[in-house]
């Protein structure tokens, strides 16, 4: 099989991680990966935030948790959702889900950042790591500290983040369904 096309297959949405850093030569390599992506008039309307810090990872997991509560809690009072959201319940992280990196994709047009993003996770597969798309993780806009900290402006949005870090374990691999297709 062709090397980008098994790339992507096996891209998973990691959400378990060593605690083994990402040296900054990788993380730069993801980030110039999703700077290739195409966009709109190569407007390339995105820009990038990069927390290593545990101080602020604290502080984006408590702005985000009590966000994530509310949805998990009416996921779990409805039976057709409770089993599986049940696992989510028991992590100590079921937000950021302790990865070592969390990256920001900031900026304005949501499928050129998309794009960006998609980029960047195949390219952190293709290096050995795991990735996860986390929209918890942004859910953070109301925290002026935090808005501040990214200088976020009133026009930009959060795309993801994602989480890169070394894969621990191994997530289960969904069963996809076939494509529908129409030919005309």
């Given amino acids: 099989m062709n090397l980008v096309l098994k790339t992507i297959k096996n891209r998973r949405s990691w959400r378990s991680y060593d ?4 040296p900054k030569d990788l993380i730069e390599t993801i980030i110039s990966a999703g700077n290739e992506a195409p966009s709109g008039g190569n407007s390339q309307s995105w820009r990038f935030v990069v927390v290593e810090s545990e101080t602020m990872r604290k502080k984006l997991f408590e702005t985000a948790y ?3 509560k509310k949805i998990y809690d ?3 009072s409805k039976p057709e959702t409770a089993k599986e959201a049940e696992k989510y319940g028991k992590m100590e992280d079921p937000i950021y889900y302790k990865a070592p990196i969390i990256l920001f994709v900031l900026g304005r047009g949501a499928v050129n950042c998309s794009l960006c993003c998609e980029n960047m996770m195949i390219a952190a597969e ?4 795991g990735s996860c798309y986390v929209y918890f993780g942004s859910l953070i806009k109301d925290n002026q500290e935090i808005v501040h900290v990214l200088e976020l402006d009133e026009k930009e949005e959060i795309y993801g983040p994602i989480l890169l870090g070394y894969p621990k374990g191994k997530p289960e691999i969904p069963l996809k369904k076939e494509p529908k297709i129409k030919w005309i």
């Fill in 74 to 76: 009416n996921l779990m």
């Fill in 66 to 68: 009590p966000k994530w």
């Fill in 19 to 22: 605690d083994r850093n990402v």
């Fill in 126 to 129: 293709s290096l050995g790591l």
